[in-house]
C-alpha cells in the first residue's frame, strides 16, 4: 500500500513539473514573445497596397511654395482575390483607357500585391472614383502623391524631374533627394492565407513620412522676371539658345537661374534627355567676349601696370608677334585715358594690359577668379570651362585672352568673378541650398553660409572697379541699361562664335553682366543669347535694356530706394540713334502684329492683309522710326 502511495505521489509531482513547465512556456509565449508573434501573425494574415512617399515641400527664400504635392491615386491589385480574372481584366483596362494586353500580364504574377504600373500609377481623381465605383474584386485604390508646381515650368533646370516612383532624377530633386524622400505608408488588408479578405476584420492605414523640407536662395518673384524676359527674347529673336542668372554680390547666392529652350517637369518624358540635363547658365562653356574684361581690367588695376588717367592711343588695331588684332569699332577710338578704355570696350587697350602684366600673372588672376575649374555650386552639371595653358601659349593667346577670346567660361563662373570684382574683392562659392525645414513649421533645422573662397582683389581695387563700371552703363556702351537713381554699373560682350577652330561671321552670343547698386551692390544679373536673328549683333543694343528690365523689378523686389548722386547719363545718349533691320510683314494679319522694341509701327487701313510697307523688308531705320504698313 505504502508503494502504491508513493507512485501516486511521484506521478503527481511529475504532472505538476509538466504542468509548471508548460505554464511557465505558455507565459513565456503570452507575455514575452507575444508581440513578436503576434506582429508575425498579422505579417501573415496583412497584405500591403503601398502608398508613396511624401517628398518635402520646396519653397523660395521667402517661404513662398515652388513645388507641393497632389494626390494621384494608384490602382493596385491582389491576384488571389481576383475570382473572374478575365472579366476583371477587361473591365479595369477599359476603365483606364488602355488595352488588355498592356496590363495582362500583372494579373499574371504570383505575387501577394501587385501594382499596376505605369497604366495604373498616379491616375485621375476622376478614374479613380470610376474604378471605386465598379467595385472589382481584388482591385484597389492607395492614395498616392505626385509633385505639384504651382508656377508651372518655372525654374524648370534647377529643380529637376521627379521619377514615377516619386524619386528624384535630376536636379535639386536629385541632390537632396535624401533629405526629400521620406518615408513610404501603406494600406493594410487582412486575408486568409489564400488572400480571401477576412469581412470581419477592419484594415488599417500607415500614413507615409514627409521628407524635409527645401528652401532655396530663389526669389521666385525675380526668377519669374527672368523667365519672362528670356521668353520675350525667344519669341522676339528666334536664338539658338537664351539664358540667364541673378545673383547676389555679397554672398554669391543664386536668385535666379533659367534656361531656353525649357520643359514640362511633368510630361518631361517627351523631351529629350539632352534638355532636361542642360542647365545653361552653369552647363555651357563658350568664349565671354568683353565681359571678361572685369577680370583683366582688375587684375591690370591690382599689379598697377596703368593708371587710370594714363592716355591710350587706339588706331582700331595693335599687333603682336604678327598678328593684327583689330579693335570692334572700325578706325578705332583714338586718343582715351584708361577709364575710357573700359567705357568703350577698346579691344586694344585691354591687350595693352594682358601684355603689361604678362603670361604667369594674367593667368594666376584668371586662376583666382575661379575660371578653369568647377565653382561647387550645389547643382549637376556644372562645366569647368577650359583656360589655357600658360606653358604652351605665346603673345598672341595671351592678347586675345585678355579681352575674352580663347579661353571658355560659364555664365556661373562669370558672374561669381565679377562679384568678386565689385563686392571688396572676395571670391565666394555660389550655391542655391538656404536650409532644410521641418515639415508644415516654416522651421529651419540648418541654414547654409556664405562660403569664402578667397580674396583676389584689395578692396580699394574693388572700388574703383565699382566706378568704372558705373562708368561704362553712364557713359560707354551700355547706356541703354541705365537706370535713373539707380547706379547700375556693367559690361557689354559681343562674343564670336568659333566652329573648327575658326570664328563664323554672323554668329554671335550676345550678353551683358550688370550690377546695382553700384555704391552698395545687391543684385548682379547676366543675359546672353546665342544666335539671334533679325538684330544688331551688339550685346549693348540687344541684352542690355533685357537686363535693364531684370535689374529694375529684382532691385523692387528687394525694396532698394532710389538715392541722389552717381555718375549722370551721357547727354549724346539722346541724340546718339542705333539702326535696325525692319522685318517682312508682308502677308501677315496686321492683329498678329505686335509691339516692335526698336521702332514704331503705324498700320493704315481695315483689311485683314498686309500688302505693302515701308521702309522695305531688310532695310535700315532708326531707332524709334516709324515703319508703316498698309492693308488690302
Known amino acids: 500500500m505504502k508503494i502504491v502511495r508513493n507512485r501516486i505521489f511521484i506521478l503527481l509531482y511529475v504532472f505538476f513539473i509538466m504542468f509548471l513547465i508548460v505554464a511557465l512556456r505558455v507565459g513565456y509565449v503570452q507575455v514575452v514573445k507575444g508581440e513578436i508573434y503576434i506582429e508575425r501573425a498579422f505579417r501573415l494574415w496583412t497584405r500591403n497596397i503601398p502608398v508613396s512617399n511624401q517628398r518635402g515641400k520646396i519653397f523660395d527664400r521667402n517661404g513662398k511654395l515652388i513645388v507641393g504635392n497632389t494626390l494621384a491615386p494608384t490602382v493596385s491589385i491582389i491576384p488571389k482575390q481576383i475570382k473572374d480574372k478575365e472579366y476583371t481584366l477587361g473591365k479595369l483596362a477599359s476603365l483606364l483607357g488602355v488595352k488588355k494586353e498592356d496590363i495582362a500580364h500583372h494579373f ?10 505605369p497604366a495604373g500609377k498616379n491616375i485621375d481623381l476622376e478614374t479613380a472614383k470610376r474604378i471605386i465605383a465598379a467595385d472589382l474584386e481584388g482591385v484597389y485604390i492607395s492614395s498616392d502623391v505626385i509633385r505639384y508646381y504651382p508656377y508651372g515650368n518655372t525654374l524648370s533646370h534647377v529643380l529637376g524631374i521627379v521619377g514615377i516612383d516619386n524619386q528624384g532624377i535630376t536636379g535639386v530633386e536629385y541632390i537632396y533627394d535624401n533629405f526629400l524622400m521620406g518615408r513610404p505608408g501603406s494600406q493594410n488588408i487582412y486575408t486568409d492565407a489564400h488572400g480571401n479578405k477576412y469581412p470581419d476584420l477592419t484594415g488599417t492605414y500607415t500614413p507615409p513620412g514627409s521628407g524635409f523640407d527645401l528652401y532655396l536662395t530663389i526669389d521666385i518673384d525675380m526668377q519669374l522676371t527672368l523667365e519672362r524676359v528670356l521668353d520675350n527674347a525667344a519669341a522676339l529673336y528666334d536664338p539658338v539658345e537664351v539664358f540667364g542668372l541673378v545673383m547676389d554680390p555679397k554672398t554669391s547666392e543664386i536668385l535666379a537661374m533659367a ?3 525649357n520643359f514640362d517637369l511633368i510630361n518631361y518624358q517627351k523631351y529629350d534627355q539632352e534638355l532636361f540635363n542642360r542647365n545653361l547658365p552653369i552647363w ?8 571678361f574684361k572685369i577680370v583683366t581690367y582688375s587684375a591690370g588695376l591690382e599689379e598697377k601696370v596703368f593708371s587710370l588717367n594714363e592716355r591710350f592711343y587706339d588706331p582700331g588695331f595693335t599687333v603682336i608677334d604678327g598678328a593684327r588684332i583689330r579693335c570692334w569699332k572700325a578706325g578705332g577710338h583714338g586718343d582715351q585715358n584708361f577709364v575710357e578704355v573700359i567705357q568703350n570696350s577698346c579691344n586694344p587697350g ?9 603670361k604667369e600673372k594674367l593667368f594666376s588672376y584668371i586662376d583666382a ?18 583656360v589655357f595653358n600658360p606653358e604652351k601659349i605665346g603673345n598672341v593667346e595671351v592678347a586675345t585672352s585678355a579681352f575674352g577670346q580663347g579661353n571658355t567660361v560659364t555664365p556661373l563662373q562669370l ?48 572700388a574703383v572697379m565699382r566706378d568704372v563700371l558705373e562708368r561704362v552703363v553712364a557713359l560707354g556702351t551700355a547706356r541703354s541699361a541705365y537706370i535713373e537713381g539707380y547706379r547700375v554699373g556693367g559690361k557689354t560682350g559681343t562674343a564670336q562664335i568659333p566652329i573648327d577652330g575658326v570664328y563664323v561671321p554672323g554668329k554671335y552670343i550676345l550678353s551683358f553682366l550688370g550690377i546695382a547698386p ?32 531684370v535689374l529694375l523689378d529684382s532691385l ?31 502677308g501677315r494679319n496686321p492683329k498678329t502684329i505686335g509691339f516692335h522694341p526698336h521702332y514704331r509701327i503705324k498700320i493704315i487701313g481695315d483689311g485683314d492683309v498686309i500688302i505693302a510697307q515701308s521702309p522695305d523688308p531688310g532695310e535700315k531705320i532708326v531707332q524709334d522710326g516709324y515703319v508703316i504698313l498698309y492693308t488690302n
Open 556 to 586: 523692387s523686389l528687394m525694396d532698394v530706394e532710389k538715392q541722389e548722386g552717381g555718375i549722370p547719363r551721357d547727354p549724346r545718349w539722346w541724340v546718339d540713334k542705333f539702326l535696325y533691320t525692319v522685318d517682312d510683314y508682308i
Open 284 to 291: 555651357k562653356s563658350f568664349e565671354p567676349g568683353s565681359t
Open 350 to 358: 585691354f591687350v595693352s594690359i594682358g601684355m603689361r602684366l604678362g
Open 369 to 386: 577668379f575661379g575660371f578653369g575649374k568647377k565653382t561647387g555650386v550645389d547643382l549637376l552639371g556644372e562645366s569647368t570651362g577650359i
Open 108 to 117: 499574371k504574377k504570383n505575387v501577394s500585391v501587385e501594382i499596376i504600373k
Open 415 to 462: 558672374v561669381n568673378a565679377t562679384n568678386a570684382a565689385v563686392n571688396g574683392g572676395v571670391l565666394n562659392t555660389p550655391y542655391i541650398l538656404k536650409g532644410f525645414g521641418i515639415p508644415g513649421t516654416n522651421t529651419l533645422i540648418f541654414q547654409q553660409d556664405t562660403k569664402f573662397v578667397r580674396r583676389v582683389i584689395s578692396e580699394e581695387t574693388s
Open 518 to 549: 553700384m555704391n552698395d551692390p545687391r543684385v548682379s544679373a547676366y543675359i546672353a543669347i546665342n544666335q539671334p536673328k533679325t538684330s544688331i549683333q551688339y550685346g549693348g543694343v540687344i541684352v542690355a535694356p533685357m537686363l535693364k528690365e
Open 259 to 261: 534656361s531656353r529652350p
